[in-house]
């Protein structure tokens, strides 16, 4: 860092203020949702007491929750699309991205940037069609249909991203084993994955956030609660008309938000690499 | 041959869920077509009855709104923060963990906090504007025109600035601290400093940002349909729940495609930018 100037004051104004700032913006809708999941209805509901605390904290919406929906059904779906969207993208991304950074063959350009431009098409340009197709396979309200929808989101992602790990990886350890005999496919295997475990656990945390975080799809294609994920079923069935059962939601959201959260928090160097990968060349 | 074995499964499953429904999207668009049942072929007449359409209007100003100032604000607050972050203070690697929370957080479920802290009898925010004696009682803020797109706004600046924050503040980081030496020994102040070394070596990251970002906030789908759903009065329907509305409430999955393609001009636009732009820096 260069010279540090000014007192307290000048680093107070500089940082710290607007650090403040922002960080009561970013994680007071975090603060609220927790807030108002364990508020009984009678504070919930009542405008003559100051709304920031809670006066008798209590577990009822949680409870609530898990006895009267079917929220462990829906994060049970969540959890187990977002798994295998993310293995399959993984597997296919490397698919893409080990010949395109390692091998120079005919159409390979052309594949590269067939591959960006996938990954730019936004979903809502796709979902009509999409639906229609689920609907004559009859893959409708199964979750079949979000497992094979999901990983045309991640897989662009997870090629672009493995692309340029792959092209960080050395060679002389690929050019070693050939020499002694092993063939493409025991190289890429026994030696070159092995060196991108790193790789694959940004590409890997930010497919699952992404499946996670999906909801058009799964609106449109799970329509029957058992197949639920949580946003949607959280949506669809924690408002009745008219009714909002706040507690309830929040407890939806927090809950819902918690295996992101942890996985996140283990990985936060990793996630972090994989957001900037494709805009920032290291 | 080894890898064509290799690229060929991915390339099929993308053109049978990518490249397919697109053309068969086009396919629709031009055909009038009743759920369940089979279509006919009506040619531009769908375009044609868009293009008559006021709401099909409206919704294309909301979308560039709505774009627009999300994009702006994103950008120029993104820049603030990164430039904040680059600092060395304690708790920084925490600090900024907990910042990117709204942008990891599935956002149906931090748009339902959202929708909470601007309910029309139990708004927060109203709350805290009548008892810092601001306004009382507060505006109802989804049920406003103007006010609900302010508040769609918010909500979608909250939850994507983090991305703008953590991706430019990696860009700075690897600017060497040489050059802003270098700037200072010839006399550049702060703003110097800034408009000269900052701004053009964080420009192609600024752009790369900035191109993601216009895509899917142009296309964005979920922060309308949790807080709005398009209303009051179509005044913050944007393309996709438009094309939602019409195909998947109303039935009409040709009319609803015509909405989306309706999309595709712009976006590509944007898209022909951007690979134009990147061109030069890929050898």
Redesign the interface.
């Known amino acids: 860092?260069?010279v540090e100037r000014g007192g307290w004051s000048v680093r107070a104004l500089?940082?710290w203020i607007?650090?403040g700032a922002?960080?009561v913006?970013?994680?007071f809708?975090?603060y609220?949702?927790a807030v108002?999941s364990i508020k009984p209805n009678s504070e919930?509901?009542n405008?003559k007491i100051m709304?920031?605390i809670v006066y008798h904290p209590t577990l009822k919406h949680y409870v609530d929750l898990l006895t009267e929906t079917n929220f462990l059904q829906w994060t049970w779906n969540t959890l187990l699309v977002a798994v295998v969207s993310t293995a399959i993208s993984l597997v296919?991304?490397t698919?893409?991205a080990?010949?395109?950074a390692r091998?120079k063959?005919a159409g390979?350009a052309l594949?590269s940037?067939?591959?960006?431009?996938?990954y730019?098409?936004?979903?809502?340009?796709?979902?009509?069609?999409?639906?229609?197709?689920i609907?004559q396979l009859q893959l409708g309200d199964t979750l079949t249909s979000v497992i094979?929808?999901y990983?045309?989101l991640l897989?662009?992602f997870c090629?672009w991203l493995l692309m340029g790990y792959f092209r960080s990886v050395p060679q002389e350890l690929e050019d070693a084993a050939r020499i002694d005999g092993a063939t493409?496919?025991q190289t890429m295997i026994k030696v070159f994955l092995p060196l991108c475990v790193p790789g694959f656990i940004s590409a890997g945390i930010f497919a699952f956030?992404l499946s996670?975080?999906e909801?058009?799809y799964a609106?449109?294609f799970l329509t029957q609660t058992d197949v639920r994920t949580?946003?949607?079923g959280?949506?669809a069935e924690l408002v009745k008309g008219d009714v909002?059962y706040?507690g309830q939601?929040?407890a939806?959201?927090l809950l819902?938000?918690v295996p992101?959260?942890v996985i996140?928090?283990f990985f936060?160097e990793h996630?972090?690499a994989g957001?900037?990968a494709?805009?920032?060349k290291? | 041959m080894?890898?064509?074995l290799?690229?060929g499964?991915?390339?099929l499953?993308?053109c049978a869920?990518?490249g397919?429904?697109?053309l068969?999207?086009i396919w629709?668009s031009l055909e009038d077509r009743p759920v369940?049942q089979a279509g006919k072929f009506v040619g531009l007449a769908n375009f044609i009855a868009d293009f008559h359409d006021p709401v099909f209007w409206r919704v294309a100003i909301n979308t560039f709104v709505y774009t627009f100032f999300a994009t702006v604000l994103k950008m120029v607050g993104g820049l603030?923060?990164a430039l904040?972050?680059n600092?060395?203070?304690r708790f920084k690697?925490t600090?900024?963990?907990?910042?990117?929370?709204?942008f990891?957080?599935?956002?149906?479920?931090?748009t339902?906090?959202?929708m909470?802290?601007l309910?029309p009898?139990?708004s927060?925010i109203n709350?805290l504007l009548k008892y810092t004696g601001i306004a009382n009682p507060g505006p109802s803020w989804l049920g406003n025109p103007v006010l609900a797109m302010i508040s769609l706004i918010i909500v979608n600046v909250?939850r994507g600035l983090?991305?703008y924050a953590?991706?430019l503040l990696?860009?700075l980081q690897?600017i060497s601290?040489d050059l802003?030496?270098a700037a200072?020994i010839d006399g550049a102040g702060t703003w110097a400093r800034f408009r000269y070394v900052t701004l053009p070596l964080l420009k192609p990251?600024i752009f790369?940002?900035t191109m993601?970002s216009v895509?899917?906030t142009?296309?964005d789908?979920?922060l309308v349909?949790?807080l709005t759903r398009g209303g009051p009065a179509n005044a913050t329907h944007l393309?996709?729940t438009y094309?939602?509305d019409i195909?998947?409430s109303g039935g009409q999955?040709g009319m609803?495609?015509s909405v989306?393609?309706a999309?595709?001009p712009p976006?590509a636009l944007i898209?022909i930018a951007?690979?134009v732009y990147m061109k030069p820096n890929k050898s």
Request: net charge neutral.
């Open positions: 860092m260069s500089k940082l607007p650090l922002f960080m913006f970013t994680l809708p975090f609220w949702m108002t919930l509901y405008r709304p920031m296919f991304g698919m893409l080990y010949p395109l091998m063959f390979s594949i940037f067939a591959v960006a431009a996938t730019l098409v936004p979903q809502p340009l796709l979902f009509i069609p999409l639906a229609d197709i609907n094979l929808t990983p045309t897989v662009p090629a493409r496919l956030t996670q975080n909801f058009l609106l449109i949580v946003p949607v959280a949506i909002f706040w939601l929040m939806a959201a819902g938000s992101v959260a996140y928090s936060v996630y972090v957001l900037t494709g805009a920032v290291q | 080894f890898s064509w290799m690229v499964p991915p390339i499953f993308l869920l990518v397919y429904p697109f068969y999207g629709l369940a603030a923060l904040t972050m600092q060395d203070f690697n600090i900024r963990a907990l910042m990117l929370l709204p990891i957080v599935p956002t149906v479920l931090s339902i906090a959202w909470w802290m309910d009898g139990f927060v709350w909250w983090p991305f953590i991706t990696a860009g690897t601290p802003y030496e200072t990251v790369i940002v993601f895509i899917f142009f296309a789908f979920q349909y949790v393309f996709a094309a939602f195909a998947m999955l609803g495609a989306a393609l999309m595709l976006l898209i951007m690979s």
